[in-house]
């Protein structure tokens, strides 16, 4: 390891600038504000399912979350795979950042599944279903990983570490999809929205639907920048630590 | 159809609560780390101009 | 021995796994305390369930899972606590052999250690559960050691990475446990179809599963293993 924070070396010398850079930018107050309209548009302009009754509508915070969640996650994934190669501290920051709002994401998602699904399949949970069962061990994975990034003071470690587990993570994530498949029945609807010639959603509700794609898509992205930004001062802060201690 | 307003709620209000908790809680700890880098400079340039306040 | 060299990366691996076990051998604290670990577990969950409920033979393959995995966690856990004492790990980086055969080595040595402790555990579960002796608990016994296999190959990576950080005891479980998941599920599966005396084609695919889950984590883990250490 040569230079410890490659990424901030320039910063360093001038911290009251970066420090005086919010995490919170445009960027996240636009991701706010698609939130917002996404969520009135729900709420007040969308029909409800005509079987499901005002429940359905939890889809478009529940969907929205996996979709978000994945995109953090697959973004760890491919960051672990960089820094493992380029060994640059922003790919080891990028992961963590990402990682972190996955599991937001992915408790999101949970909690708003069993909502629905207490009273759609009339049981809070059900292990039957695939998609449900792969989330919880990626949430478990996720949280190990970010544990595992916590019990390490090296960086240098903390990044080998964490991406090794992270690309291991990506081999397991198959496997466990194959024994959930073998295991469980296939009772879970499948995605409406993506079939050809069964259009069951009304063109406002689809139109809903990919909007909150969209407007959760922004969020988690606005939330990455935020959360690496945290990461960027953290490794300031904690490197000015060292350096106090030095004197 | 069936009433589930409750749950519709229910799931929107937990998703934002977590939400709003995890953005409140990125603030606090850029909050605290912001004033660790603040004092760390503090401390930097005090000792630069008085050597005597150096510790250790 | 007439000129020094280095060995080629299995035998230096296997002289790994024998140092290891000659430890274990004279010392037997740990092989010990596993054991009793492992037979104590099998009595305590007996009485989990209510008997007149369910047949001991049929919770029997259930108990099995569960106090293989704790064993392993347990015995696994000590594999690379043994190098940080007195920085043995230090002494094995700076000799000859390459970072894949401590691996393997410490792997093998692992793998021998569990299945030490599964050739006690299986004849007590057979004893106290009244499983009949046979063939079936004899296919048993080989999916063991094929879930074995995959549980050592992430086990042994991830013990050498805990024994580095704050809450080792308290991360190799958590590290370890999401990836025994497709083994335990398959291995499960396996056991319980064959103990009630179905045919060996209806676990089929549970067992390509174990099988290719040992290959690719076996294969993985190997090549990970350089980047835990210091570089």
Redesign the interface.
């Known amino acids: ?1 040569t230079a410890p924070f490659r990424g901030t070396t320039p910063q360093q010398r001038d ?2 600038a970066l ?1 005086a850079k919010p ?2 930018d445009w960027f996240f107050a636009f991701a706010v504000v698609a ?1 917002i309209v996404l ?1 009135v548009r729900a ?1 007040a302009f969308t029909p ?11 889809y478009y ?2 969907i929205a ?1 996996w979709l978000g969640a994945y995109t953090a996650i697959g973004i760890t994934a491919l960051m672990s795979i960089v820094y ?1 190669w380029l060994h640059d501290e922003r790919a080891d920051r990028l992961g963590e950042a990402s990682a972190e ?1 996955g599991l ?1 994401f992915l ?2 998602g949970l ?2 599944g069993t ?2 699904a ?3 399949w009339g049981a809070w949970w059900v292990w039957w279903d695939m998609r449900l069962t792969l989330t919880l ?1 990626l949430w ?2 996720v ?2 990983y970010l ?2 990034r916590g ?2 003071e090296d960086p ?2 903390r990044g ?2 964490s ?3 992270a ?3 990506a ?2 994530i198959p ?2 999809h ?3 498949y ?2 469980s029945a296939r009772l879970h609807p499948m995605p409406v929205a993506l079939q050809p010639g069964r259009p069951k959603m009304s063109p406002e509700m689809l139109t809903t639907f990919l909007g909150s794609f969209v407007a959760f898509i922004i ?1 988690c992205i606005a ?1 990455i920048r ?2 690496y ?2 990461g960027v ?2 490794d ?2 904690s490197a ?2 060292i ?2 201690d030095a ?1 | 159809m069936i009433d589930t307003h409750a749950e519709m709620v229910a799931g929107y209000v937990v998703a934002t609560v977590i939400y709003i908790g995890y953005v409140v809680s990125l603030w606090l700890r850029a909050r605290r780390v912001r004033g660790v880098i603040l004092s760390a400079a503090k401390n930097r340039s005090a000792s630069e101009r008085d050597p005597s306040l150096r510790s250790g | 021995m007439n000129e020094l060299r280095a060995p080629g990366t299995l035998s230096a691996a296997w002289l790994l796994a024998r140092k290891d076990l000659a430890i274990e051998f004279r010392t037997r604290t740990a092989f010990f305390s596993a054991l009793v670990f492992a037979i104590l577990a099998l009595c305590i969950f007996y009485f989990a369930w209510d008997q007149s409920i369910v047949a001991p033979s049929e919770l029997a393959p259930g108990v099995l899972w569960v106090v293989l995995t704790f064993s392993a966690l347990l015995g696994l856990q000590r594999s690379f606590g043994l190098e940080e004492h007195d920085r043995g790990i230090d002494a094995l980086l700076v000799s000859p052999v390459s970072r894949e055969s401590i691996y393997l080595g410490k792997a093998i040595g692992n793998l021998l250690f569990l299945s030490a402790i599964q050739a006690v555990t299986i004849p007590a579960l057979a004893l106290f559960y009244n499983l009949p002796v046979g063939r079936p608990l004899l296919v048993v016994t080989g999916i063991v050691l094929l879930a074995m296999i995959g549980i050592v190959a992430v086990g042994t990576l991830f013990s050498a990475m805990a024994v580095n950080t704050r809450m080792a005891e308290l991360l190799l479980p958590m590290l370890s446990l999401p990836f025994f998941v497709p083994i335990l599920m398959s291995a499960a599966q396996i056991a319980t179809r064959t103990l009630a005396g179905r045919p060996m084609s209806e676990s089929a695919p549970y067992l390509k599963i174990l099988i290719a889950f040992d290959v690719v984590f076996v294969v993985a883990c190997t090549l990970a293993f350089p980047f835990t250490l210091e570089e």
């Open positions: 390891m911290p009251q420090v995490i919170f939130v969520y709420l409800p399912d005509a079987l499901q009754g005002l429940a359905q509508k939890i915070v529940h979350a493992l709002v937001v408790t999101v909690t708003t909502i629905w207490h009273r759609i061990f478990f994975i949280a190990a544990v595992l019990g390490i240098g470690m080998r570490y991406a090794v587990l690309v291991l993570a081999l397991l496997f466990i194959l024994s959930v073998l295991f969020l939330l935020a959360r930004r945290l001062l953290r300031i802060a000015a630590e350096d106090g004197r």
